[in-house]
Protein backbone atom coordinates (compact mmCIF):
# COMPACT_ATOMS: atom_id res chain seq x y z
CA UNK A 1 0.00 0.00 0.00
CA UNK A 2 1.33 3.44 -0.87
CA UNK A 3 1.38 5.65 2.14
CA UNK A 4 2.78 9.17 3.08
CA UNK A 5 3.71 10.04 6.76
CA UNK A 6 4.75 13.85 7.70
CA UNK A 7 6.29 14.95 10.89
CA UNK A 8 8.48 17.64 12.22
CA UNK A 9 6.11 20.40 12.19
CA UNK A 10 5.15 22.28 15.54
CA UNK A 11 5.17 25.94 17.05
CA UNK A 12 8.32 28.40 15.61
CA UNK A 13 9.12 31.70 16.12
CA UNK A 14 9.33 34.18 13.60
CA UNK A 15 12.92 33.82 11.84
CA UNK A 16 13.30 30.48 12.69
CA UNK A 17 14.25 26.94 11.32
CA UNK A 18 12.18 23.50 11.46
CA UNK A 19 12.48 20.52 9.05
CA UNK A 20 9.37 18.54 8.06
CA UNK A 21 9.72 15.23 6.85
CA UNK A 22 7.35 12.98 4.42
CA UNK A 23 8.31 9.08 5.01
CA UNK A 24 7.28 6.93 2.20
CA UNK A 25 6.48 3.38 1.78
CA UNK A 26 5.02 1.28 -1.17
CA UNK A 27 6.75 3.31 -3.60
CA UNK A 28 10.25 5.01 -4.00
CA UNK A 29 10.61 8.21 -3.51
CA UNK A 30 13.54 8.80 -6.03
CA UNK A 31 12.08 7.28 -9.13
CA UNK A 32 9.01 9.59 -9.47
CA UNK A 33 8.34 13.36 -8.43
CA UNK A 34 7.33 14.45 -5.30
CA UNK A 35 5.76 17.51 -4.00
CA UNK A 36 5.15 20.43 -0.81
CA UNK A 37 1.48 21.60 -0.86
CA UNK A 38 0.51 24.06 2.27
CA UNK A 39 -2.78 24.92 3.46
CA UNK A 40 -3.10 27.99 5.59
CA UNK A 41 -6.01 27.46 8.43
CA UNK A 42 -9.21 28.16 6.81
CA UNK A 43 -7.59 28.71 3.48
CA UNK A 44 -6.83 26.84 -0.08
CA UNK A 45 -4.28 25.02 -1.43
CA UNK A 46 -0.92 26.23 -2.11
CA UNK A 47 2.03 24.65 -3.98
CA UNK A 48 5.25 25.20 -2.67
CA UNK A 49 8.11 22.99 -4.39
CA UNK A 50 8.81 20.03 -6.35
CA UNK A 51 11.74 17.37 -6.59
CA UNK A 52 12.04 15.31 -9.92
CA UNK A 53 13.28 11.97 -9.87
CA UNK A 54 16.23 13.56 -11.79
CA UNK A 55 17.10 15.97 -8.85
CA UNK A 56 16.00 19.07 -10.14
CA UNK A 57 13.83 21.30 -8.02
CA UNK A 58 11.15 24.33 -8.56
CA UNK A 59 9.48 26.74 -5.41
CA UNK A 60 6.50 28.78 -4.75
CA UNK A 61 7.91 32.63 -5.73
CA UNK A 62 6.84 32.86 -1.39
CA UNK A 63 9.20 30.49 -0.77
CA UNK A 64 12.16 30.77 -2.60
CA UNK A 65 15.26 31.47 -1.24
CA UNK A 66 14.20 30.08 2.42
CA UNK A 67 13.05 26.71 1.64
CA UNK A 68 14.80 23.67 0.16
CA UNK A 69 13.52 20.04 -0.51
CA UNK A 70 15.32 17.29 -0.92
CA UNK A 71 15.03 13.78 -0.30
CA UNK A 72 17.20 10.52 1.41
CA UNK A 73 16.93 7.51 -1.18
CA UNK A 74 18.48 5.48 1.93
CA UNK A 75 15.76 6.37 4.02
CA UNK A 76 13.22 6.95 1.10
CA UNK A 77 12.17 10.06 2.62
CA UNK A 78 11.19 13.96 1.28
CA UNK A 79 12.17 16.87 3.37
CA UNK A 80 11.41 20.47 3.27
CA UNK A 81 13.93 22.38 5.38
CA UNK A 82 12.59 26.09 6.36
CA UNK A 83 14.60 28.77 7.24
CA UNK A 84 13.90 32.41 7.74
CA UNK A 85 10.12 31.51 9.06
CA UNK A 86 7.30 34.02 8.71
CA UNK A 87 3.79 34.32 9.97
CA UNK A 88 2.12 33.76 6.38
CA UNK A 89 4.20 30.30 6.62
CA UNK A 90 2.10 28.93 9.03
CA UNK A 91 -0.03 26.36 7.59
CA UNK A 92 -0.43 22.52 7.32
CA UNK A 93 2.03 20.77 4.99
CA UNK A 94 1.36 17.98 3.15
CA UNK A 95 3.54 16.03 0.96
CA UNK A 96 2.35 14.80 -2.16
CA UNK A 97 3.37 12.08 -4.12
CA UNK A 98 3.72 12.92 -8.40
CA UNK A 99 0.93 16.27 -8.74
CA UNK A 100 -1.26 14.55 -6.04
CA UNK A 101 -2.01 10.85 -6.41
CA UNK A 102 -1.63 10.12 -3.16
CA UNK A 103 -1.12 12.52 0.18
CA UNK A 104 -0.10 12.05 3.72
CA UNK A 105 -1.75 13.23 6.64
CA UNK A 106 -0.36 16.41 7.04
CA UNK A 107 2.16 18.33 9.51
CA UNK A 108 1.03 21.84 11.12
CA UNK A 109 3.59 24.79 11.52
CA UNK A 110 2.61 27.24 13.33
CA UNK A 111 4.89 30.57 12.94
CA UNK A 112 4.47 33.15 16.02
CA UNK A 113 6.38 35.86 17.44
CA UNK B 1 1.67 31.56 -13.72
CA UNK B 2 -1.66 30.34 -14.41
CA UNK B 3 -4.89 31.28 -12.36
CA UNK B 4 -7.46 29.15 -11.81
CA UNK B 5 -10.49 30.65 -10.98
CA UNK B 6 -13.11 28.35 -10.01
CA UNK B 7 -17.27 28.91 -9.73
CA UNK B 8 -19.49 29.22 -8.24
CA UNK B 9 -18.07 29.54 -4.40
CA UNK B 10 -21.09 27.49 -3.15
CA UNK B 11 -23.30 25.77 -4.48
CA UNK B 12 -26.70 24.83 -2.67
CA UNK B 13 -28.14 21.00 -3.66
CA UNK B 14 -29.77 18.38 -2.36
CA UNK B 15 -28.70 14.65 -2.23
CA UNK B 16 -30.11 13.27 -5.26
CA UNK B 17 -29.00 16.11 -7.58
CA UNK B 18 -26.83 16.82 -10.39
CA UNK B 19 -23.46 19.64 -9.78
CA UNK B 20 -21.42 21.36 -12.22
CA UNK B 21 -17.97 22.76 -10.86
CA UNK B 22 -16.63 25.52 -13.12
CA UNK B 23 -12.26 26.01 -13.65
CA UNK B 24 -11.10 28.44 -15.69
CA UNK B 25 -7.24 29.17 -16.47
CA UNK B 26 -6.28 32.30 -17.25
CA UNK B 27 -4.28 30.74 -20.27
CA UNK B 28 -3.76 27.27 -21.99
CA UNK B 29 -3.59 24.28 -19.29
CA UNK B 30 -0.43 22.43 -20.94
CA UNK B 31 -1.89 18.51 -22.46
CA UNK B 32 -4.89 19.17 -20.33
CA UNK B 33 -2.64 18.22 -16.75
CA UNK B 34 -5.83 19.84 -14.92
CA UNK B 35 -7.05 17.66 -11.95
CA UNK B 36 -9.86 17.84 -9.67
CA UNK B 37 -9.85 17.01 -5.93
CA UNK B 38 -12.45 16.76 -2.87
CA UNK B 39 -11.26 17.57 0.34
CA UNK B 40 -13.24 17.66 3.81
CA UNK B 41 -12.67 19.22 7.19
CA UNK B 42 -9.86 17.76 8.90
CA UNK B 43 -8.81 15.76 6.22
CA UNK B 44 -5.97 15.84 2.98
CA UNK B 45 -7.45 16.21 -0.05
CA UNK B 46 -8.26 13.19 -2.48
CA UNK B 47 -7.62 12.94 -6.26
CA UNK B 48 -10.96 12.48 -7.71
CA UNK B 49 -9.84 13.22 -11.50
CA UNK B 50 -6.35 13.48 -13.63
CA UNK B 51 -5.50 14.72 -17.02
CA UNK B 52 -8.76 16.43 -17.06
CA UNK B 53 -10.95 13.24 -17.63
CA UNK B 54 -9.12 10.41 -15.85
CA UNK B 55 -11.05 8.84 -12.61
CA UNK B 56 -8.61 8.30 -10.19
CA UNK B 57 -8.27 4.57 -8.36
CA UNK B 58 -11.51 4.12 -6.33
CA UNK B 59 -13.40 6.72 -7.55
CA UNK B 60 -16.77 6.57 -8.16
CA UNK B 61 -18.31 6.73 -11.86
CA UNK B 62 -20.58 9.44 -10.13
CA UNK B 63 -17.39 12.04 -10.73
CA UNK B 64 -16.17 13.03 -14.24
CA UNK B 65 -14.34 15.57 -15.39
CA UNK B 66 -14.41 17.19 -19.14
CA UNK B 67 -12.93 20.09 -20.37
CA UNK B 68 -9.70 21.49 -22.68
CA UNK B 69 -7.51 24.75 -23.01
CA UNK B 70 -9.21 27.00 -20.29
CA UNK B 71 -12.49 25.50 -19.70
CA UNK B 72 -12.98 22.58 -17.47
CA UNK B 73 -16.22 20.91 -15.52
CA UNK B 74 -16.05 18.62 -12.38
CA UNK B 75 -19.26 16.94 -12.74
CA UNK B 76 -21.13 14.80 -9.84
CA UNK B 77 -24.13 13.49 -11.08
CA UNK B 78 -26.21 12.58 -8.17
CA UNK B 79 -25.29 13.72 -4.54
CA UNK B 80 -24.43 11.36 -2.27
CA UNK B 81 -24.49 12.70 1.59
CA UNK B 82 -20.68 11.82 1.73
CA UNK B 83 -20.26 13.96 -1.52
CA UNK B 84 -20.70 17.74 0.18
CA UNK B 85 -17.04 18.90 0.81
CA UNK B 86 -15.06 21.51 -1.23
CA UNK B 87 -13.25 20.84 -4.21
CA UNK B 88 -10.64 22.14 -5.44
CA UNK B 89 -8.85 22.17 -9.38
CA UNK B 90 -5.53 22.16 -9.87
CA UNK B 91 -3.21 22.56 -13.01
CA UNK B 92 0.57 20.72 -13.55
CA UNK B 93 1.17 21.19 -16.87
CA UNK B 94 3.64 24.57 -16.08
CA UNK B 95 5.19 25.79 -12.87
CA UNK B 96 4.41 26.76 -10.89
CA UNK B 97 1.48 24.60 -10.28
CA UNK B 98 -1.64 26.27 -9.42
CA UNK B 99 -4.94 25.63 -7.39
CA UNK B 100 -8.35 27.14 -7.90
CA UNK B 101 -9.89 28.82 -4.61
CA UNK B 102 -12.03 26.00 -4.35
CA UNK B 103 -15.86 25.19 -4.78
CA UNK B 104 -17.40 24.37 -1.38
CA UNK B 105 -20.75 22.21 -2.32
CA UNK B 106 -23.29 22.20 0.58
CA UNK B 107 -26.24 20.77 1.42
CA UNK B 108 -29.69 22.92 0.80
Redesign the interface.
Known amino acids: EVQLVESGGGLIQTGGTLRLSCAASGFTVSTTYMNWVRQAPGKGLEWVSVIYSGGTTYYADSVKGRFTISRDNSKNTLYLQMNSLRAEDTAVYYCARRFGETWGQGTLVTVSS | EIVLTQSPGTLSLSPGERATLSCRASQSVSSS ?1 L ?1 W ?1 Q ?1 KPGQ ?4 LI ?1 DASNR ?1 TGISDRFSGSGSGTDFTLTISRLEPEDFAVY ?1 C ?1 Q ?1 GS ?8 TKVEIK
Do not use: V
Not at chain 2, 44 to 47: M, W
Open positions: YAYQAPRLYAYQYSPWTFGQG
